[in-house]
């Protein structure tokens, strides 16, 4: 049985949206993708989530999309490079993640079959709940991401909304947290 997302033991992970893929990502997954990973970066900066961002190869495939660092100013983050396409290969990363000393990883970003899915197990395998959005997440093809997305369930890992993912981390309505999030949704 899966877990709820608790804010307290939570950490969002954006991965790779960088500035050379986003144009070969395909074109109806996209759009809706980054919309959801602003909303998530809004509402982990609103309850107090740690965020890690990652960067797969910079030199080559550019840095993070201005669309996404633009929510993040003013939000504490750390940005960690890599090579592998499993963030969880790369050492930086692994203390990045293990700082907070938190169990729960909720990932946005590209791609689901490749970075999103090697990360996801590699974290699910290191003890981790994963849960991963699949309207957060894209890929170039979409039988690549409806794929991807179906073995990232297959092994294991929780695979919901966005929409899920903030109603959980809320838990409850009346707070000023939830006003601010919610108007992010709507």
Known sequence: MADFLNREEALLLVVDIQERLVPAI??????????????????????????????????????????????????????????SFSCARDEGFLQAVAAPRRKQVVIVGMETHVCVYQTSVDLARAGYSVFVLDDAVSSRYLHNYQSGLQALRDA???????????????????????????????
């Open 26 to 83: 395909h074109k109806d997954l996209y759009p809706q993708a980054l919309r959801n990973a602003q909303i998530m970066i809004e509402t982990a900066g609103t309850l107090g989530l740690p965020i890690l961002l990652t960067e797969q190869y910079p030199k080559g495939l550019g840095g993070t999309v201005p669309e996404i660092l633009s929510p993040l100013e003013g939000k504490k983050y750390q940005k960690i490079e890599k090579v």
């Open 156 to 186: 294991g890992c929780t695979v919901f909304s966005t929409e899920t993912a903030v109603f959980q981390l809320l838990k409850v309505a009346a707070t000023p947290e939830f006003k601010k999030v919610a108007s992010l949704i709507r």
